[in-house]
Each structure stands twice: as structure tokens, then as C-alpha cells.
């Protein structure tokens, strides 16, 4: 028994030293596997050629994808009925120097955004904001833009003032784009600037090329881009000098120690006029212990603009620089319709609705709609249900300010807060307007 028994166990050992090679034969096998994937996946993915599938994958075809979509639906929209055999129908492509229907102009802060959206999302307009280029935005029906204004406005009359202005408006820099200004937003550039360069000396090219050509093209018919509706809207000169302020005025902070709590809380880059007082129910006279600026973009457009009539640059207070450009552009716009009869009318936007808006723009009216079937949409949403009286889901009720809220009661002038003779020119402006002071 003894004897067997150490055979027995020598088998046994003999087995489990098989069994032990074994074992390690196959983690050999599967480490050299495991070993040879990650030398194939670490060498796919340090291959230039990753880099390039990634990037191709999650940039360029996005990018391609986008291009083409305004490519084919708004440069070439019979490639759709070509590819579907004239199963789908598209709206017809149009030019920059095709006519459109109507453009709106108002002052900065007067609603120019709000009134955009409106007309697209009720009445489903191609109404663009600050934009005309309709081969790579969908602005087939219009524009609403405070810039825009200038085609109404008058050249200085002296040539190198002129000149000058043109080269201050188009003296760009990153602090300008709060204006809502850049050339490419006109229309494809002539100088075949790249779009994925912000600025450079040909956008600076372009932007003088199309400030020059804009510039009171308005009053002797000159314009490249027209309209068959050029419209004013205006808002309550009192609340857009207020907005203005909000917008573009900062404080400097040189005496904490007269800030309320809610201005210590905006001090800094915060630190703006829309924080003078906690409560938006009181004045918000400018404390001389804060030292204000109007915003460097602000005041060069306006200077630019209107620097014959008034000197920004001496202005002594946000509330006055603020003050003078709203009378200065309202004017101008004033006199270009009632004068010149350049522009076909003008509307307040707190007492409109969207169809107020559609008529004056002349989609009431199968003739001067340009592009017919939005007579059809305005006729359906604003015409039908009022002679019928149905239900029209608030298209006649009045615009409500909902977009681009920058100034939601941290500003709110009353008339003592203006110098005597501001006061009188604005309560003028505002009574020429049909406003109650």
C-alpha cells in the first residue's frame, strides 16, 4: 500500500506540474495577443491618419454638412426638385441685389430684436437682425437694423471729415462687435475675405467699400440691396435712453463707501449704471462719486455718425451721450420720411402687433407683397380672423418685450435727472412721436 501510494503521488505531481505548464502556455499566449492588440491600437491611434479621421469625423463633416444645407436651400434650391423629380418645391433663391419686402430701421435698444423674432415666429418671415446677406442667411423677406439707418442719413459735408468717419467706423476691434456691425453681414465679400478670420486688411477693405456705398444711399436711390418697404420703428425716446445707458455706460468706482449693497455686489467689471440703485421704482441720477464712461464703441459710431451736430466725445455724462444719439438718429429718420419721403412710414412698437407691423411692411396688400405666398400666410394669420372675428392667438395683441432684456428696471430716468435744455428736446421729440410725457 505504501508503494502505491507514492506512485500514486508521484502521478499526481507529475499531472499538476502539466497542468501548471499549461496554464502558463496560455497566459503566455493570451498576454502576447493582448500585447500585439494594443502595439496595433497604439500604433492606428499616434497615426497622423487618427488624427485626421477624428477631425474629419467631428469637424469637417459638420462644417461640409451645414455649407451645404444654406448652399442647396438658399444659392440652389432647384437642386431639391431636380434630385426629388419635382416631387418637392422650394422657395425660389434670392440675390443680393434681388428686391426684398420690407427693411425696418430704428435706433439700438429699440426693439430691432424683438420685433425680428416676432415676424419670424408668428407670421414665419425670413426677417434677419442686422443681417442682409441672403445667400448665407435666411433674410429673403427683410432686415431690422439700427445700422442700416445710415442709408437715411446725410454724408458730412465736409470730404475728409467724411473719409475720416468712414475710417472710424471701420477702425474695428473686438470692442466693436457689441455693435452689431461687420461687413460680412451685408453680403458675400467682393474681396473674397475669409470667413474664418474675425478682422483683417480685407474685411477693413470691405467694410470701407460698403459703409461708403451705404452711406445716404437711401435718399438718392443708389442702394445695392433694396427693399420694397423701408419702415421706421420707434420706442419711447425716455425708455431707449434708459436701455442705452444700461448697455453701454460703465462705472468707475471710487468711493465704495456711498454704494448701496446691490452696487458693492456689481462692483468691478459689473460695476455698470444699471446697479445705482437697488429699487427700480426711483432715479437713477449718476453720484458724482463714481466716475462714468460711455462705452469707446458707442461713442465712436456716434461720433462717426453725427459728430456735425454734436461732439461725443465732450459728452459729459452717459445720460447725455446716451440723450443725443437717440435724437440725433430719430431726426434723421424723421426727416428722411416726412421731407424726403424716403421711408413709407414709421410705427410705435409698444402699441403694435405683429400684423400693425406686417401692414405697414405692405403684406396686407397682394401687390406690394413680393414674394406672394406670404400675403397668403399674413392674410390667414391677421386678415381672415379679424373680419371673422375668430380667435386669432394673440396676433392682435401687442408686442411684448421678451428678447434681449438688457435694461429690466436697473435704469429709469425721470425728467429731473436731465439738463433743462436735454429735457426740452426730448419731451419735443417724444410728443412728435405721439407719446404722452
Same mark, same amino acid.
Request: negative net charge; proline residues 2%; contains cysteine.
Given at each position: 500500500?505504501?508503494?502505491?501510494?507514492?506512485?500514486?503521488?508521484?502521478?499526481?505531481?507529475?499531472?499538476?506540474?502539466?497542468?501548471?505548464?499549461?496554464?502558463?502556455?496560455?497566459?503566455?499566449?493570451?498576454?502576447?495577443?493582448?500585447?500585439?492588440?494594443?502595439?496595433?491600437?497604439?500604433?492606428?491611434?499616434?497615426?497622423?491618419?487618427?488624427?485626421?479621421?477624428?477631425?474629419?469625423?467631428?469637424?469637417?463633416?459638420?462644417?461640409?454638412?451645414?455649407?451645404?444645407?444654406?448652399?442647396?436651400?438658399?444659392?440652389?434650391?432647384?437642386?431639391?426638385?431636380?434630385?426629388?423629380?419635382?416631387?418637392?418645391?422650394?422657395?425660389?433663391?434670392?440675390?443680393?441685389?434681388?428686391?426684398?419686402?420690407?427693411? !425696418?430701421?430704428?435706433?439700438?435698444?429699440?426693439?430691432?430684436?424683438?420685433?425680428?423674432?416676432?415676424?419670424?415666429?408668428?407670421?414665419?418671415?425670413?426677417?434677419?437682425?442686422?443681417?442682409?446677406?441672403?445667400?448665407?442667411?435666411?433674410?429673403?423677406?427683410?432686415?431690422?437694423?439700427?445700422?442700416?439707418?445710415?442709408?437715411?442719413?446725410?454724408?458730412? %459735408?465736409?470730404?475728409?471729415?467724411?473719409?475720416? %468717419?468712414?475710417?472710424?467706423?471701420?477702425?474695428?476691434?473686438?470692442?466693436?462687435?457689441?455693435?452689431?456691425?461687420?461687413?460680412?453681414?451685408?453680403?458675400?465679400?467682393?474681396?473674397?475675405?475669409?470667413?474664418?478670420?474675425?478682422?483683417?486688411?480685407?474685411?477693413?477693405?470691405?467694410? !470701407?467699400? !460698403?459703409?461708403?456705398?451705404?452711406?445716404?444711399?437711401?435718399?438718392?436711390?443708389?442702394?445695392?440691396?433694396?427693399?420694397?418697404?423701408?419702415?421706421?420703428?420707434?420706442?419711447?425716446?425716455?425708455?431707449?435712453?434708459?436701455?442705452?445707458?444700461?448697455?453701454?455706460?460703465?462705472?468707475?468706482?471710487?468711493?465704495?463707501?456711498?454704494?448701496?449693497?446691490?452696487?458693492?455686489?456689481?462692483?468691478?467689471?459689473?460695476?455698470?449704471?444699471?446697479?445705482?440703485?437697488?429699487?427700480?421704482?426711483?432715479?437713477?441720477?449718476?453720484?458724482?462719486?463714481?466716475?462714468?464712461?460711455?462705452?469707446? %464703441?458707442?461713442?465712436?459710431?456716434?461720433?462717426?455718425?453725427?459728430?456735425?451736430?454734436?461732439?461725443?466725445?465732450?459728452?459729459?455724462?452717459?445720460?447725455?451721450?446716451?440723450?443725443?444719439?437717440?435724437?440725433?438718429?430719430?431726426?434723421?429718420?424723421?426727416?428722411?420720411?416726412?421731407?424726403?419721403?424716403?421711408?413709407?412710414?414709421?410705427?410705435?412698437?409698444?402699441?403694435? %402687433?405683429?400684423?400693425?407691423?406686417?401692414?405697414?411692411?405692405?403684406?396686407?396688400?397682394?401687390?406690394?407683397?413680393?414674394?406672394?405666398?406670404?400675403?397668403?400666410?399674413?392674410?390667414?394669420?391677421?386678415?381672415?380672423?379679424?373680419?371673422?372675428?375668430?380667435?386669432?392667438?394673440?396676433?392682435?395683441?401687442?408686442?411684448?418685450?421678451?428678447?434681449?432684456? $438688457?435694461?429690466?428696471?436697473? $435704469?429709469?430716468?425721470?425728467?429731473?435727472?436731465?439738463?433743462?435744455?436735454?429735457?426740452?428736446?426730448?419731451?419735443?421729440?417724444?410728443?412728435?412721436?405721439?407719446?404722452?410725457?
Amino acid at each position: 500500500n505504501k508503494k502505491i501510494s507514492k506512485e500514486e503521488k508521484a502521478q499526481a505531481n507529475s499531472l499538476k506540474n502539466a497542468s501548471s505548464n499549461k496554464e502558463e502556455t496560455e497566459s503566455s499566449l493570451t498576454k502576447g495577443e493582448n500585447e500585439e492588440e494594443e502595439s496595433l491600437y497604439d500604433t492606428f491611434r499616434n497615426h497622423s491618419f487618427f488624427n485626421f479621421f477624428i477631425i474629419t469625423i467631428f469637424v469637417v463633416f459638420p462644417y461640409m454638412l451645414n455649407l451645404s444645407y444654406y448652399y442647396v436651400f438658399l444659392q440652389h434650391p432647384e437642386i431639391l426638385t431636380y434630385l426629388t423629380l419635382g416631387l418637392m418645391t422650394v422657395r425660389p433663391a434670392v440675390s443680393v441685389t434681388d428686391e426684398r419686402q420690407v427693411l !425696418i430701421v430704428g435706433s439700438i435698444s429699440s426693439g430691432t430684436v424683438q420685433i425680428s423674432h416676432e415676424l419670424n415666429s408668428k407670421l414665419s418671415l425670413e426677417i434677419g437682425h442686422e443681417t442682409t446677406d441672403s445667400e448665407w442667411a435666411f433674410v429673403r423677406d427683410g432686415t431690422v437694423s439700427w445700422f442700416h439707418g445710415i442709408r437715411f442719413m446725410k454724408k458730412p %459735408s465736409d470730404e475728409k471729415e467724411y473719409v475720416q %468717419s468712414i475710417m472710424n467706423i471701420c477702425d474695428y476691434n473686438k470692442d466693436k462687435k457689441n455693435m452689431g456691425f461687420h461687413p460680412g453681414m451685408y453680403r458675400p465679400p467682393k474681396n473674397n475675405c475669409s470667413y474664418r478670420e474675425e478682422w483683417s486688411e480685407c474685411w477693413k477693405t470691405e467694410c !470701407i467699400q !460698403i459703409v461708403s456705398s451705404e452711406w445716404g444711399c437711401g435718399l438718392d436711390n443708389t442702394c445695392e440691396i433694396n427693399f420694397r418697404r423701408n419702415v421706421h420703428q420707434v420706442r419711447n425716446p425716455l425708455h431707449t435712453i434708459e436701455s442705452l445707458v444700461a448697455k453701454f455706460c460703465k462705472l468707475e468706482v471710487t468711493d465704495t463707501s456711498t454704494l448701496t449693497s446691490a452696487e458693492k455686489k456689481g462692483e468691478g467689471e459689473q460695476s455698470q449704471t444699471r446697479n445705482n440703485n437697488e429699487s427700480s421704482d426711483s432715479s437713477t441720477t449718476i453720484n458724482t462719486s463714481k466716475n462714468e464712461t460711455m462705452d469707446a %464703441s458707442f461713442l465712436s459710431f456716434a461720433n462717426a455718425m453725427f459728430h456735425e451736430s454734436h461732439d461725443f466725445r465732450d459728452s459729459s455724462s452717459c445720460l447725455e451721450a446716451a440723450s443725443n444719439f437717440v435724437l440725433l438718429y430719430t431726426q434723421s429718420l424723421i426727416d428722411a420720411r416726412v421731407e424726403g419721403g424716403h421711408l413709407d412710414g414709421f410705427y410705435r412698437i409698444e402699441d403694435s %402687433s405683429v400684423c400693425d407691423v406686417a401692414k405697414v411692411a405692405g403684406l396686407y396688400n397682394i401687390d406690394t407683397a413680393v414674394y406672394k405666398p406670404n400675403y397668403e400666410t399674413v392674410r390667414a394669420s391677421c386678415l381672415n380672423n379679424s373680419t371673422k372675428g375668430e380667435e386669432d392667438n394673440g396676433m392682435s395683441n401687442k408686442i411684448e418685450k421678451t428678447k434681449n432684456k $438688457v435694461n429690466q428696471g436697473y $435704469v429709469k430716468y425721470t425728467w429731473n435727472d436731465f439738463p433743462k435744455d436735454l429735457e426740452k428736446k426730448v419731451k419735443q421729440l417724444s410728443q412728435k412721436l405721439g407719446y404722452e410725457i
